[in-house]
T-cell receptor, first 116, second 111 residues
Framework: EAGVVQSPRYKIIEKKQPVAFWCNPI?????LYWYLQNLGQGPELLIR????????DSQLPKDRFSAERLKGVDSTLKIQPAELGDSAVYLC??????????????FGPGTRLTVL | GDSVTQMEGPVTLSEEAFLTINCTYT??????LFWYVQYPGEGLQLLLK?????DKGSNKGFEATYRKETTSFHLEKGSVQVSDSAVYFC??????????FGTGTSLTVIP
């Protein structure tokens, strides 16, 4: 079974340019997460989807970041315009949904963004 | 607020040495606790978990016990191998699948 797929794996852009990241979760996983991972730090949640609904976007900087998951499957995270401080790894994860018990998150390999 | 504090690295050990990576947490309610591992060039993978106090999670020779009295979840392995070289993340989950990760501890095992 395929894991979480992310593309591109690497992206280099100049500041003020737009950039988009794509994520395809594991088939059947209704919950999708986008995380930001700065160098030497742990992942920090940006947004969490249950199907097509964003149920937690409190940490998403909405002035420049946006995300969508229109059909409740794959998702796109966009930054416009990018700033130097946005250089980081952007991780996507997915899990099954439902119940109060833990549903394991499966992570993609991430997209490493460098803003020059 | 809710958070995880883990031992800073990097940690360098010789093969077959004993490993401990400390992790403490602050949380409201009763979190579930996890260790994730990230091998070079790969995504994070779940290593082990514990969902309630006194539970012991174990996998691949690694163990961690959920200690509510000390709010800790230290990772241990009795004899590390070169293949264990990776970054290890402690994490907690609150209700609603809210995750908080520690900063990660890099482990290098030398032959």
């Amino acid at each position: 079974e395929a894991g979480v797929v992310q593309s591109p794996r690497y992206k280099i852009i100049e500041k003020k340019q737009p950039v988009a990241f794509w994520c395809n979760p594991i088939s059947g996983h209704n919950t999708l997460y986008w995380y930001l991972q700065n160098l030497g730090q742990g992942p920090e949640l940006l947004i969490r989807y249950e199907n097509e609904e964003a149920v937690d976007d409190s940490q998403l900087p909405k002035d420049r970041f946006s995300a969508e998951r229109l059909k409740g499957v794959d998702s796109t995270l966009k930054i416009q315009p990018a700033e130097l401080g946005d250089s980081a790894v952007y991780l996507c994860a997915s899990s099954e949904s439902g119940g109060n018990s833990y549903n394991e998150q499966f992570f993609g390999p991430g997209t490493r963004l460098t803003v020059l | 607020g809710d958070s995880v504090t883990q031992m800073e690295g990097p940690v360098t050990l010789s093969e077959e040495a004993f490993l401990t990576i400390n992790c403490t947490y602050t949380a409201t309610g009763y979190p579930s606790l996890f260790w994730y591992v990230q091998y070079p060039g790969e995504g994070l993978q779940l290593l082990l978990k514990a969902t309630k106090a006194d539970d012991k999670g174990s996998n691949k020779g690694f163990e961690a016990t959920y200690r509510k009295e000390t709010t800790s979840f230290h990772l241990e392995k009795g004899s590390v191998q070169v293949s264990d070289s990776a970054v290890y993340f402690c994490a907690l989950m609150l209700t609603g699948n809210q995750f908080y990760f520690g900063t990660g501890t890099s482990l290098t095992v030398i032959p």
